[in-house]
């Protein structure tokens, strides 16, 4: 699945970036692989560059940034193996397992930024790993453990500082033997209390967390993707999120969303066509092909 990643700028720091992930997947009867193309679009005026800042050297199934003072961008490749490129500096390149191999084959990547920034793994059975971007240590089960750890469709979202925490969503197989249940957990990091259920009863697809800069009064705020709708919700620093509410939805169907924090936050989306959407926060409209139009789209 195409989808989207926000490496989020400071004033004084790196500049912001919007990254789009194009996956080719033809039906597996064609007996092509398949193949991805990456492209990064400076926001919030920038132009869409391929293989910005350098061209990874395998097909990628998903990316993730980590933002802060020295961002990088970590994606996946169709075998699970972890690769990372820095956003700054002069000649960067795509390195394979840094800033350390991935001790399990993960399905779903997230990263939080700061002083201390972690990435964060869950492999196939549902279990949670976190590494300490500065020094390259993986953990199994921190910030937290959760006893969710057999779940088969479980993904990841995190939240960037001055709030950080992680998520995990998606399904379990129902106790009685049939269906499915619908479950949700937060944890905050570094502390590692977990709430389970704290999302809420909305079945979500996909979330994105928007962060505000320590300097806002905005509330901390979650967009997530239910049935190609959006719903927001805010947090008021209690441990209780207020209602999810419908937001305002663009001209199309949407199939996955990210958002950008700080003081210019943004949601982006893009539509069962694979055009991009984006509307600010928490005042804005959707714009369709801000901050430009996709150079390439496809479903």
Not at 126 to 151: A, E, L, Q, R
Request: hydrophobic fraction near 40%.
């Amino acid at each position: 699945m195409s989808m989207l990643a926000v490496q989020e700028g400071f004033e004084g720091g790196p500049d912001s970036h919007l990254f789009y992930l194009y996956v080719n997947q033809p039906a597996p009867a064609a007996g092509d692989p398949g193949y991805s193309q990456i492209f990064a679009c400076g926001i919030p005026s920038g132009e869409w560059v391929q293989n910005w800042p350098a061209a990874p050297p395998v097909n990628l199934v998903t990316i993730t940034c980590q933002s802060g003072s020295d961002p990088h961008l970590f994606g996946l490749d169709s075998d699970s193996n972890l690769w990372a490129i820095g956003l700054t500096g002069s000649n960067p390149k795509w390195i394979q397992n840094w800033p350390s191999a991935a001790p399990a084959d993960f399905k779903s990547i997230a990263a939080v930024s700061g002083d201390t920034a972690y990435l964060f793994g869950i492999d196939m059975a549902g279990s949670i790993y976190s590494c300490n971007i500065n020094d390259g240590s993986w953990s199994k089960d921190w910030p937290g453990s959760t006893k969710y750890s057999w779940v088969p469709e479980s993904y990841l979202a995190a939240q960037n500082p001055p709030s950080p925490h992680l998520f995990l969503y998606g399904t379990v197989p129902s106790i009685q033997g049939s269906g499915a249940m619908y479950f949700n957990g937060l944890c905050d990091v570094p502390s590692g209390s977990w709430l389970e259920g704290w999302l809420g009863p909305l079945e979500i697809d996909q979330l994105a967390a928007i962060a505000t800069d320590a300097a806002s009064s905005r509330p901390v705020a979650l967009a997530s993707l239910n049935e190609g709708e959006i719903f927001v919700s805010t947090w008021d620093g209690s441990k209780t999120w207020t209602t999810w509410t419908k937001w305002a939805q663009p001209g199309s169907s949407l199939t996955f969303i990210a958002a950008q924090g700080g003081s210019d936050a943004h949601i982006f989306g893009l539509d069962d066509n694979g055009n991009l959407w984006a509307t600010g926060y928490p005042i804005g409209s959707w714009v369709q092909n801000w901050p430009r139009a996709l150079p390439i789209t496809g479903p």
